[in-house]
Nanobody
Framework: EVQLQASGGGLVQPGGSLRLSCAAS????????IGWFRQVPGKARLGIAC????????YFDQSVRGRFAISRDSAKNTVYLQMNRLKPEDTAVYFC??????????????WGRGTLVTVSS
């Protein structure tokens, strides 16, 4: 069974950093493009980053570009989202999923359970 599990959320002060993990089971992450999404109450889930299976190329939404990084550890079968210079508006529930990664984060499937990130002083 294909499963993804996001973890690593928590409370962090503005300007701080946090690293989220997306652990996969039932498949190998390097064979799939993996994306990160976030959602706040009352708004649609937004794709913010992805890493492509083909060449490891990445995409970032303008809201996080230059502050977030995405990486893949094949040995641990995990994809990471490193979040730096966090802002209160980054507060959301973060999810990972298998996606089509290119000019955007598209076609999500195999949603994992989300992890809450709260940026507040």
């Amino acid at each position: 069974e294909v499963q993804l599990q996001a973890s690593g959320g928590g409370l962090v002060q503005p300007g701080g950093s946090l690293r989220l993990s997306c652990a996969a089971s039932g498949f190998t992450v390097r064979h799939y493009s993996i994306g990160w999404f976030r959602q706040v109450p009352g708004k649609a889930r937004l794709g913010i980053a992805c890493i492509s299976t083909n060449d490891g190329s990445t995409y970032f939404d303008q809201s996080v570009r230059g502050r977030f990084a995405i990486s893949r550890d094949s040995a641990k079968n995990t994809v990471y989202l490193q979040m730096n210079r966090l802002k209160p508006e980054d507060t959301a529930v973060y999810f990972c999923a298998t996606v089509e990664c290119g000019f955007g984060v598209r076609g999500p499937s195999n949603w994992g359970r989300g992890t809450l990130v709260t940026v507040s002083s």
